[in-house]
């Protein structure tokens, strides 16, 4: 018996495959496995090659899985691409009108949308597919029946008619796998968890996160993958006192928040890198203007319009030094779909407490894949709120080295100018020498006020540590947990808190001979800035626009630290 | 600003129209603030960047929210403020170049939605700050220090400009008048809907346009500026375009959308239209739950 | 006798100190002596306050001074901001007008004003404040009538009348002067330089440097410090084949420029911080479609609108990773005035180069000021340009690891798609991870050609090193001098070419127990860049919107000496 | 590009309008080259990003340089190719996104330059590249995944617009009819000075407005597209204004400025003017000599 289910499905867009995929992690989902979904797809609409993989566990899922248990090839393209992940042994189902004769090895001629027709229900294709796989891995096919049953109960008259069609489509799609003979390791037994569990995709999640955490105002213009927060808040965010907007650029979306913060709202927008570019200068004003505000960026490739629809991790020296000037922006990147709901409350909290800008810096592929998560117990969330003014501070706005009550609009005695140019007390611009000093000391000294972030750290008495960042979390803690079973002396840390970062974890990791710190981007963002800091940091560094394999990690964290014997690798 | 703030190191060319728009606005907020009561706290002036904008610290007597952000944005801002906040009177003060160069995109989608707030466009037809380039109403063939050889653009026409958005309010005014500019800023402030006030601002220093807009008998010179005639029908937009096609500057209200509805009103509309299918967090948790 | 004079006019806008201080340069750099002048003023067209310095000397100038020999106050307010720069035994000249009581000291009372208005000419105030600061440090007048002559020839019938009206002036200026008894000690004789030299402003000599350099095509918006290069290139870039334009915005200005050099031109733009905020999306543009262009960033304070009209080295970050993504930009910095020349052409050469963006990173307090420096030779000038394709590669502009020839418009057999999003060899979109690697490392390869930058060094036996960037560069030196002077092992080094460095450099920096970095900027910029390239570098910062001094200077680097026993200072 | 390049991973859905507008593009460039001998790398199409932008990789046949670059740029960047080389014949294609709301500012100033390029914008009403987010064309009160509850901001009108900044040249075509478009586009590139070519380019994914374009006499649905009368006077800038006023889409040419003078001939003649004064390096160095 096996611990874990990987399986791809593989074709041209509007074959189906991300429904299939989904479907089978929400079903397994639903009977207490782990799961975890990935699609990738190019930025288009019709065609071209999109592929979707499903992992089931019974345990807790860190990495979309390096190999494949079975591959679902729905055209003779998506074969050649994806049979290199599929492990020994394991085994493909391709679409028997594209080839002539059948591939080598394991493989199950099957053909999904004809088989669908002739169980009437031509719109089945997905489930022929997903009734093959559970057979394969020897799932009972119940889970699945069942899971239809609950999904397509829409309280519509031909609800019985589908609901019969698709579970007919489960069936066959199982005759023709058990026909073929084959089969993989059958999967254990789910362990039902006794919490409350829920299946989220990643930009989802972030703004349920968000309005848990008391977010009243949005603004966003469409991007690549960030619009489906838009999209949810435009469904969401519709209360008495809240307002949701769709702008006309981006550049008009950080105007808009800083306005919408400047009048004493909770506020953020999303976008991605062309997005975040536009906004540097609105960032800058935030900061040097003290408007409480949060700005999502979900991380595709770059530059420019780069590679909208896959992930990177090449964004964080801009997010950290958005535009000209002095500022360092506070910056907050979820490592997992779990992370994102307490990462937005957190960058709300830290936006109103240091009254400023902060980037919640995700990915995309966080943003498009759906976890499983528990269910937040959303009592227990602490909203905080900007200190605000009752007039007593009169219009003495920007009064102090550090923080001060910010006046909201309307209140009387309190009125100021919110400065984007050097200004003094009450936001009159100023040229003085020593106002530029005191002003700019002040907005830097508010950075002290953010240092309670967390972090998770391992074995920490070794002297060469592995510190992901972000979406790389994952398979850096799977290729961690293989090194340690294989006896590696490494220490393990974690943060979401990238800028600033938790004091204590600074001090340790200076201490250390070498931090290892895997990230997809060419240059070697974040350990750049931790070697300005004072930290022997170096990167494993991947840009295939394709997320980090387990494997990879485990080799190259291997070589580095053979490698480490005194002198340095540039990253 | 500058009776508090006597320290305050930037001053107005002597003459500069811009201290008969501050007057102007200063008056408007005084009647607002005397005829409803409304304290001005309640009243946000959004400035862009320029001599123009400067403006907002500049304002003598009692003081409303200001926000002096950066060049072209000023709308954006203001866009941001009412909509979150529709309690607020919500005013922006630009020149030429920061409303109608860089931050002219964001006339029209103020328009499109309607926003509730009141555009003061202060026109010198030249960037003032910036000691004199060539601005979008500069006259094709003048000379400034960026077009030694006369500008080879065709001037913007602010007001038809206007009306193509189909701003739902549209006055002009002239700096020389601040009581006249004043009842336009009121009416404009009132108008449930964005509204445009544009106000030919001259700019002693490098475009002095004083003359040309008086005119002057003397030299023979005929005024630019005219009264909109009182047959004027406001509510009629062929007539206010026949009016801005007409040569000179009309002064006064040239066109007012008599069925404007502003966003914030749309938005709660829409609010009441789906308050049965809105979800609390529990419940948007809850529909994911496995 | 003394080798030096400094000596600053102070006041309010419009009163005429800027002329006066330059007026006072020409004059004394025609006959031979070495000149400074400085001028600041806030964002803003009457009033306020004004100053304006002029140094001048039998040596080369590297600062503005730090004490003046004498002050010219306007009014009150100035006699306070001022007094306290002035040295013992200075002079003050005052204007009578506005103090009841002679201040304290040596000081002179004037009324300039209505000694113009009796010399009949009331516009020639203050050729009155030249004739007075001339007599007091014994410079005989006729330099300055003899400048009087040429300045004011102009053919206009009413020559004669104004200049007798100035020279007039001067006189009773200096009458005044002598009257008081006062004097500071007096200037040593010029040394007519052998050499031909020129006076010139630094924003004009780099627009200079720019057109000798071949420059074809500008586009540029008005922003202070940068506009005097745009108002250069109105008034200069207009013969066949050559374009300039005025556009609506920064990001108008970029996308442009990305034209214009997509169409084979070589072309520039010029801005300060808020416009290179608007423009990284731009730049990421131009580096992944690999289009040459040059953007000047002349640096003022920040961040937003900032201090719009002081000097300030915080644009650093911004600069070498402009917006979103993978890339790192090219950057010269030229230290001085005679720099700007040189800086401007190497830009445009790295641009047609390495196809790609460069920044040409000056700043307010060298755009602004005037300076001597020699004539350059321009026959002696290499202008480069990108090695073009004659259709011989068909449409593959993108093909292989390195450079390829460029393809210009209009050039049968070689059209191709110059692309944003990440493309193949012929520019179409594509998502393969391994294009996207193959092209990434095709871009960061071609910094590869840009090793060609040169620096100074002097004394690196020394463990520790002083490495000023830009405009830090003359008070640097000067402080440089006076800890030799003094014994001091320490070592110079400076570039120009800020990303990449020199090789050479690199390795001799790496190689130091510390590398102190004066900059004016809070983050210490420049040495967190360093820092991450392996260099144990600390930075001197200052933020005041004001240059270096260079006995500020002094006291810091001593001090940094002094705790530099091992354990580092954090910048 | 497709033939020349299968293994371009984008392609638009079965139906797209943008199948016709390349089409349109394609004949107008062949025709363009026959008739004037010029060959077609003296074309430059730069695009904007959106499925419409995605046509620079999908001509068919002789190729034209290609620029696609990012979302809302176009026409800055066909500009820059324009003023510094006269002699390129320059298009632009985009969406309503990328040229009427984050690139509606680069309209304008074009406009009042007048510089000698045509901009094709792809008007289908939608975001279809980002799946289905209301445009500045989306009408009023349409629902959209952005617009769940319908769109609450009026609908831009871009013929409008177009008559507003005083673009040169202005027809309208629709992707149904490519000949037609061709014939457009041709007399678009001749123009001397700044031409727009609207098409309405319907999305069959998102927003499929063929229906409502094309009419339907069986469900009774009256066509909004309509041909230019034959007596409309192109020339007149009132009878344009008329013509677009009217409800529906006027399908030929709305308006061509008989006096057009582009930026490039503009810039020559002032070349010429200031011949005298123009200076070599040498003198520019010279005049600071000491
Ligand atoms: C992004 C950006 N670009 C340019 C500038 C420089 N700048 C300041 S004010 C101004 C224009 C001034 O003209 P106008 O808007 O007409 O105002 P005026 O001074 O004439 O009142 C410019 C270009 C800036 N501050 N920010
Ligand atoms: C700066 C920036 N913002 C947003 C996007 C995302 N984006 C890509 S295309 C597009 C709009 C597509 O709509 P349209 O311009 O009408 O083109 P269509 O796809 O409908 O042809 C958007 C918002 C981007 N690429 N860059
Ligand atoms: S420069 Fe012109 S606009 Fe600016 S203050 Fe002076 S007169 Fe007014
Ligand atoms: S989404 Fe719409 S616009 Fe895009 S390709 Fe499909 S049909 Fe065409
Ligand atoms: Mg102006
Ligand atoms: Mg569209």
């Known amino acids: 018996m096996g611990a874990d289910l990987v399986v791809r499905f ?26 975890q979904t990935f699609a990738t797809y190019p930025s288009q609409i019709e065609g071209g090659p999109v592929w979707a993989q499903t992992r089931i566990s019974t345990n807790t899922i860190l990495t979309q899985g390096d190999q494949l248990d079975v591959l679902v090839a729905l055209n003779r393209q998506a074969y050649e691409n994806h049979i290199a992940d599929l492990r020994d042994g394991g085994i493909v189902i391709y679409n028997s009108k594209d080839f002539d004769t059948p591939p080598p090895g394991n493989a199950i001629g099957l053909d999904a949308e004809a088989l669908a027709r002739e169980t009437g229900n031509p719109r089945a294709a997905n489930f022929i597919m997903i009734g093959a796989v559970a057979q394969l891995a020897s799932m009972p096919l119940d889970y699945f029946t069942d899971f239809v049953k609950v999904r397509f109960t829409r309280g519509r008259p031909n609800d019985a008619e589908i609901i019969n069609g698709n579970n007919k489509a489960i069936e066959v799609g199982a005759e023709k796998a058990s026909a073929s003979g084959y089969a993989v390791e059958p999967l254990d037994q789910p362990t039902p968890s006794d919490t409350k569990r829920i299946l989220a995709r990643g930009n989802d999640y972030l703004s349920m996160g968000a309005i848990a955490g008391g977010l009243e105002v949005f603004y966003g213009y469409p991007i690549s993958p960030a619009t489906t927060i838009l999209v949810f808040m435009e469904n969401n965010l519709n209360q008495e006192g809240q307002f949701v907007g769709q702008t006309s650029s981006e550049i008009e979306s950080i105007a808009a928040i800083i306005g919408a913060g400047y009048s004493g709202r909770k506020v953020m927008t999303s976008t991605a890198g062309p997005g975040l570019s536009l906004m540097h200068e609105g960032i800058g004003l935030a900061w040097i203007a003290e408007i409480p505000l949060v700005i999502v960026d979900v991380q595709r490739g770059g530059p420019a319009t780069g590679l909208p629809t896959k992930t990177e991790q090449s964004d964080l020296l801009s997010a950290i030094n958005p535009g000209h000037g002095d500022m360092s922006v506070p910056v907050i990147a979820p490592g997992s779909v779990a992370d994102c709901f307490p990462a937005a409350i957190h960058a709300l909290n830290w936006a109103e407490r240091y009254q400023g800008p902060v980037i919640l810096l995700t990915e995309m592929s966080i943003a498009e894949r759906n976890e499983d998560v528990p269910m937040p117990d959303i009592n227990a969330i602490a909203n905080e709120r900007r200190t605000v003014s009752t007039g007593e501070m009169g219009n003495r706005r920007y009064a102090g080295r550090t923080i001060s009550p910010f006046p909201v609009p309307g209140t009387v005695g309190a009125s100021y100018v919110a400065n984007g140019s050097e200004h003094d007390e009450q936001g009159d611009t100023t040229h003085q020498p020593q106002v530029h000093v005191d002003q700019t000391e002040r ?26 960042w972000g979406g790389s979390k994952g398979a850096a803690r799977a290729a961690y947990n293989r090194l340690r079973a294989d006896g590696t002396d490494l220490a393990w840390y974690f943060t979401m808190f990238i800028n600033p970062m938790p004091p204590a974890l600074l001090e340790e990791l200076r201490s250390k001979d070498l931090v290892i710190v895997p990230e997809l981007n060419y240059l070697g963002q974040f350990s750049s800035v931790l070697r300005g800091l004072g930290i022997n940091a170096h990167s494993i560094r991947q840009y295939t626009g394709l997320p980090f394999k387990e494997g990879f990690l485990v080799e190259q964290v291997q070589a580095m630290m053979k490698a480490q014997s005194g002198k340095l690798v540039r990253a | 600003m500058s009776k508090r703030n006597p320290e305050y190191d930037f001053k107005w060319c002597p003459g500069c129209g811009d201290f008969g728009v501050v007057r102007g606005i200063e008056l ?25 904008g400067n403006l907002v610290h500049l304002q003598e007597g009692p003081q409303p929210y200001g926000f002096h952000g950066i060049h072209g944005r000023a709308l954006g801002i203001a866009y941001g403020i009412k909509a979150s906040r529709p309690d607020m009177n919500v005013i922006t003060v630009g020149g030429d170049g920061d409303m109608l160069s860089i931050g002219a995109e964001h006339i029209g ?46 001037a913007v026409r602010p007001l038809d400009l206007y009306l193509a958005h189909n701003v739902s309010f549209i006055a002009c005014g002239v700096s020389s008048k601040p009581k006249e500019l004043a009842g336009l800023i009121g009416q404009a402030m009132d108008h449930p809907g964005f509204a445009v006030v544009h106000v030919m601002s001259p700019c002693t220093t490098y ?20 009264q909109v005639p009182d047959s004027h029908d406001a509510s009629d937009w062929n007539a206010a375009l026949a009016l801005v096609k007409q040569p000179g500057v009309p002064v006064g209200i040239i066109y007012r959308n008599p069925n404007s509805v502003p966003l914030h009103q749309r938005f709660a509309e829409a609010r009441e239209r789906i308050k049965p299918r809105s979800r609390s967090v529990e419940q948007m948790l809850n529909a994911l739950a496995i």
Do not use: W
């Open chain 2, 28 to 52: 408007a907020l005084a009647e607002r603030t005397m005829r409803t009561g409304e304290p001005i706290e309640k009243t946000a002036l959004i400035a862009g960047i320029g001599c123009s």
């Open chain 1, 10 to 35: 593989a074709g041209e867009g509007g074959q189906g495959q991300v429904t299939a995929a989904e479907g089978m992690a929400e079903a397994a989902a639903r009977v207490g496995y782990h799961v």
């Open chain 2, 207 to 226: 475009n002095d346009t004083y003359e040309a807009l008086k005119g002057n008998p003397a030299k023979g010179i005929e005024p630019l500026a005219h």
């Open chain 1, 443 to 468: 907005r830097f000294s508010k950075l002290a006020l953010l240092e309670d972030g967390t972090y998770d750290s391992e074995n920490t008495s070794a002297s060469v540590a592995i510190l992901p």
């Open chain 2, 109 to 154: 989608p103020q328009a499109k939605r309607n926003v509730d707030l009141t555009a003061v466009v202060m026109d010198n037809g030249i960037y003032g700050l910036t000691k004199g380039q060539a601005s979008p109403t500069t006259l094709g063939g003048v000379v400034t220090s960026t077009t030694p050889y006369g500008k080879l653009e065709d």
